[in-house]
């Protein structure tokens, strides 16, 4: 998929965009997903165990764009890293920003830089510096017209202001229609959703 308004590439992070609102919103298996090889991950058990904390890789694959490793090869690098972890009980935990950074600065030569604290309209200035931002938000922005559940534990890319420059152009990993995977939002309905952290990558990768 392409976005038309941006020369980002549009990624989710389930292997067939069509099948990711019955999996994050009506309880699909993500093993059903007859695309799950083409993820890199090594069978349809990993796939369905990983794929649904994989938001990150999936922002960091569309900002690397053409050519981009797996969405699996980025949680391999990623996980040598530090940026994800597993417990005792195998639980998952991350995206842990700082190894994140460190790792994608390392492997993929790409200058991230973590935001602990980011206020909204500082997205704005990251865009205008020529800046990609990863966002932490709710992942209940893909339906912007209902109250905001929360804040954080999704990540979002951020690519460019709208088209009347007062808004935020954003690929969204989870995003069940095309026009919630490429999506347009006015800086303070983006704002009810976002976490106020985030990592900002360059545009030129």
Do not use: K
């Not at 069509?18 to 919103?25: A, K, M, N, T, Y």
């Not at 905001?148 to 690519?159: D, F, I």
């Amino acid at each position: 998929m392409t976005c038309p308004a941006c020369r980002f590439p549009v990624h989710t992070q389930f292997a067939s965009a069509e099948l990711v609102g019955p999996i994050v919103e009506d309880g699909l298996d993500a093993a059903t997903d007859p695309a799950w090889a083409e993820s890199g991950a090594a069978s349809p058990a990993e796939y369905a165990r990983w794929s649904g904390h994989l938001c990150g890789m999936t922002c960091l694959r569309m900002a690397l764009g053409a050519g981009a490793p797996s969405l699996f090869a980025l949680r391999d690098g990623a996980l040598r890293y530090g940026a994800y972890t597993q417990d005792a009980q195998g639980e998952i935990r991350g995206l842990i920003y700082a190894p994140f950074a460190a790792y994608a600065r390392e492997v993929h030569g790409v200058d991230a830089t973590v935001h602990r604290h980011l206020a909204a309209q500082e997205i704005l200035g990251l865009l205008d510096a020529g800046r990609t931002v990863m966002a932490s938000v709710h992942y209940g922005i893909r339906h912007p017209g209902r109250p905001a559940p929360g804040r954080g534990g999704h990540l979002v890319l951020l690519t460019s202001r709208t088209a009347d420059g007062t808004g935020v152009h954003f690929h969204n990993p989870s995003g069940t229609t095309a026009g919630t995977r490429a999506a347009d939002l006015a800086l303070p309905d983006f704002e009810r959703f976002f976490a106020g952290r985030g990592v900002s990558l360059p545009t030129s990768v």
